[in-house]
């Protein structure tokens, strides 16, 4: 997810609970150069040679129209060599004993995950007590589309891999069957096998995870990704932000980051021209601006997020910025919160308490400094924002230095402060950093009071 939005009620309203106006400029998978303009993205060197050449409209539509055809081309191609279309594999009375069985709460083969098309079927029959009722299968996420039957008719599809697959089914009958047509565009492919998979009546659940016949009917080259226009540097920042420049706001919420976290170095200056460009560009030096420090994830193997974590803190050294926390919000098997309320609540806490720390706030603690007591002792202190912090045990920190990592699970809480002790046959390296929660997908252990988890870090030991 990449968006934003600008309350633009007085402040008194919002106080008051009566928000008059929400403008959301949301576009999901955007880079953050999208959302700057030309002159700071000259300031950071950060214009592609193309640039010039993207102002030329013929040239525009040429690139768009090339695209087109190829992105047609490939799903002409996958429904022309799917030879389970022609045959009606949705079809409930096909047969299907002799086709592979397959469960989706386990890693698939290989053969199974490369690009192509794919068919999954499965017979069910259902108590007695659940026959007219009306059903929704709970599949989670998919890679890349889908499109799902029930007794040959479909109740659902979905064109790309991050939406959960939640299709209702109107009436249930005794017996009936499921047929998945899943293509893979890019592999590895298949359905997230940690997710739930489920029929759910009511409140009863019933278990869809194993019975699978599964047949491969085609396979694909890679499709390219698609082009957008818009996610161009200063696509987004010509197209949705500048045209909002004669609005007051109380706030900017922004969320975004999975898409720089291929690529996270030089993200956190970025970051800080974005803040105070738009302030200038509003005409409101002191507009609070609360942004989403990204959640936990492990989907994106290639990507870096504990370091575009750490470049997302960059903003806090402007003032009037808050930064909410989300460890534990996210699940490590999606690219997004699926609980997205939770965030939306943190943001109004932020909102409130801007005002209270003027100079930045952080929802959960928030690390400053490590500092290297004795020969073996380093000392953690954080800023808390008014707020008492907790820690678990038996839990570990990471020591980095050389290259290499080592567990520090020996620490104890004093006051605000976290005392760690290490091995005794660890020296300090001149690079030696602590790390906490540096992680894709990390388990938060250190808390405030009010529950909300730490910011992940790497502080060098001084």
Known sequence: MSGIGYFFAKEKFLEDGVPIGLIATAVGGTPLNAWLSEESLTKFNSLPPSYNALKNKEY?????????????????????????????????????????EISLSETWNEKYTFSGTLWLRKKLQIPDEFIGREGELLFGTMTDADVIYVNGKKVGSTDYKYPPRNYKISKL??????????????????????????????????????????????????????????????????????????????????????????????????????????????????????????????????????????????????????MVVTIGDGED???HPLNIKDVAHKLLNAYHNVKLFPNCYCIGPLAKEAIQAKKNVIILSFETFGKKINIEKDKDFELFQEGHSYEVSDYHQVEEKIILELPATLSLQPDAKIRYNWSNAPQAFIWNEEGYPASPFELNIQ
């Open 333 to 335: 098997d999606d690219l």
């Open 173 to 322: 009958t005794k017996t009936f069957t499921i047929a998945i047509r899943l293509k893979i565009y890019n592999a590895p492919g298949g359905i997230t096998h940690s997710k739930p998979h489920i029929l759910l009546v009511g409140e009863n659940r019933l278990d869809l995870n194993h019975g699978w016949k599964i047949r491969r009917r085609s396979t694909l080259p890679e499709r390219h990704k698609a082009y957008f226009i818009n996610y161009e540097p200063t696509g987004l920042y010509n197209g949705m932000i500048v045209p909002l420049q004669k609005l007051k706001f109380a706030a900017i919420l922004w969320y975004q980051g999975e898409s720089d976290a291929g690529s996270p170095q030089n993200y956190g200056p970025r970051f800080r021209e974005l803040i105070e460009s738009w302030r200038k560009l509003f005409k409101q030096p002191n507009l609070p601006f609360l942004y989403v420090q990204l959640p936990n994830c492990d989907t994106e193997k290639d990507a870096d997020w504990a370091r575009l974590r750490e470049e997302q803190k960059e903003g806090l050294k402007i003032s009037r910025t808050a």
């Open 60 to 100: 525009l539509k040429v690139i768009q129209n090339l695209d087109k055809l190829y992105q047609d081309n490939y799903q002409k191609l996958c429904e022309e060599t799917d030879e389970g279309l022609y045959q009606s594999w949705q079809d409930p009375n096909l047969d299907d004993r002799n086709w592979p």
